[in-house]
């Protein structure tokens, strides 16, 4: 951040008084401004044994397959940001039903957050940032094309809890090691 958003005058990287972290301050105008993680916020959209994925038209990782999710905007909760983001990448309604996972990914200040949704109906289609939007089966997930690390660790919980035919919220951190055990890069 090079100008404070308040005034438009150069801000500096310090401590601010009372605080423990370094903040961009305006010392014209006195505004500190706070930078925060990224929250992304998707679904695990269901309909009968197959899961809706999505296969990126934009970078990053544009070409590989993820689930519907992206940041979160305000003044709309976690799930109201899942259903959008189906809507807006796959042209499909979700009924959104429960948490599924929350994964913190501390080195790139994102955090995840996954909801279970169903389908009502099989209708779907690629949205402005999907090349094409399909309903897959276990057997058929591209797990070498998968965009993102957390995709890879949500489908593997997934998958393992509806084996042992029960769900659980899955609460977790991905780190850059976990890049060399699933063999993608960031």
């Known amino acids: 951040m090079n100008y404070c958003g308040e005034c438009g005058r150069p ?3 310090r401590i601010p008084d ?5 903040r961009y301050v305006c ?15 998707g679904c695990i959209a269901e309909w009968e044994d197959r899961i809706l ?13 993820t689930l519907p999710a992206g940041f ?5 909760s976690t799930a109201e940001g899942a259903a959008r983001e189906t809507w807006e990448e796959a042209c499909a309604k ?8 929350l994964f913190n990914i501390p080195h790139i200040s994102q955090v995840y957050i996954i909801y279970r949704a169903r389908l009502p109906e099989p ?14 089966r276990e057997q058929d997930i591209p797990w ?15 998958f393992d809890d509806r084996r042992a035919g029960e769900f659980q919220t899955h609460v977790g951190d991905i780190t850059p090691a976990m890049k060399q055990r699933l063999g993608r890069p960031w």
Request: overall charge negative; charged content about 20%.
């Open 53 to 65: 994925m999505c296969r990126r038209a934009i970078e990053p990782r544009h070409g590989l397959w």
């Open 144 to 158: 070498q094309d998968l965009a993102f690390p957390v995709v890879n660790e949500t489908l593997r919980h997934y």
């Open 123 to 136: 209708v779907f289609a690629p949205g402005a940032e999907s090349l094409e939007v399909e309903l897959l």
């Open 27 to 41: 010392d014209h105008c006195g505004a500190i401004h706070y930078q925060n993680p990224k929250i992304v916020t």
């Open 72 to 76: 979160m905007e305000m003044g709309e």
């Open 18 to 22: 009372g605080d423990t972290l370094p």
């Open 11 to 13: 801000v500096q990287l």
């Open 94 to 101: 979700v009924e959104i039903s429960s948490l599924y996972a």
